[in-house]
């Protein structure tokens, strides 16, 4: 069974470009979640999707936004990269929401 | 504001010792609790869920309780080995929406 996947893995992108990660949930799964992990301020909620709609979203600025398909797949988005976004991008899915939460490998942003 | 707070942050010991791993949480009013580990630079692997109606869980040599009333959840690992070194991270869930993580405990098993 495939777990959650996400890609890339790696990323390097210059202050002011836009990025787009991905993230695959494990087949049945239709809640997927968003979090940043930085040295800083740990692991941190950034947004949570189920059925293509956002049921909630982390303190995060505006430029950070994301969607849902149909087949659950999600991606997020960071438009206007800052040098503060490097960090390790984490996705999460559960069957329904609430129940065990299955990580992905994740996706390390640098911004230059 | 729920907060998750976990003592310690880095614990050596060699292999062979039972160990505890704690984690407190300021709301008591949780949907779930649930514990991973890190590897350096890897996502987090899944370990034990606990229900807020349930006391404890156990998978293998892991047997995480959960405390509500006072806040608190343990993770117990019987005779460590090296290849439970990682970070340890306990994440509450105060609805069915996101977790809410703690800092983490780094362990390392030594030979």
């Known amino acids: 069974k495939a777990g959650v996947t996400q890609t890339p893995r790696y990323l390097i992108k210059t202050r002011g470009q836009q990025v787009t990660l991905s993230c695959s949930p494990i087949s049945g799964h239709r809640s997927v979640s968003w979090y940043q992990q930085t040295p800083g301020q740990g692991l941190q909620f950034l947004f949570e999707y189920f059925s293509e709609t956002q049921r909630n979203k982390g303190n995060f600025p505006g430029r950070f936004s994301g969607r849902q398909f149909s087949n659950s797949r999600s991606e997020m988005n960071v438009s206007t990269l800052e040098l503060g976004d490097s960090a390790l991008y984490l996705c999460?899915?559960?069957?329904?929401?609430?129940?065990?939460?299955?990580f992905g490998q994740g996706t390390r942003l640098t911004v230059v | 504001k729920q907060e998750v707070t976990q003592i310690p942050a880095a614990l050596s010991v060699p292999e062979g010792e039972n160990l505890v791993l704690n984690c407190s949480f300021t709301?008591?009013?949780?949907?779930?609790l649930q514990w991973f580990r890190q590897d350096p630079g890897k996502g987090l692997t899944s370990l034990l869920l606990?229900?807020?109606?349930?006391r404890e869980q156990t998978s293998g040599r892991l047997n995480a309780s959960l405390d509500k009333s006072s806040g608190r959840s343990t993770l117990y690992i019987a005779a460590s080995q090296p290849g439970d070194s990682a970070t340890y991270l306990c994440a509450v869930r105060p609805n069915t929406d996101k977790l809410i993580f703690g800092t983490g405990t780094r362990l390392q098993v030594f030979p």
């Open positions: 999460a899915s559960s069957r329904p929401p609430g129940t065990e939460a299955f």
């Open positions: 709301d008591s009013a949780i949907y779930n």
């Open positions: 606990i229900q807020s109606s349930q």
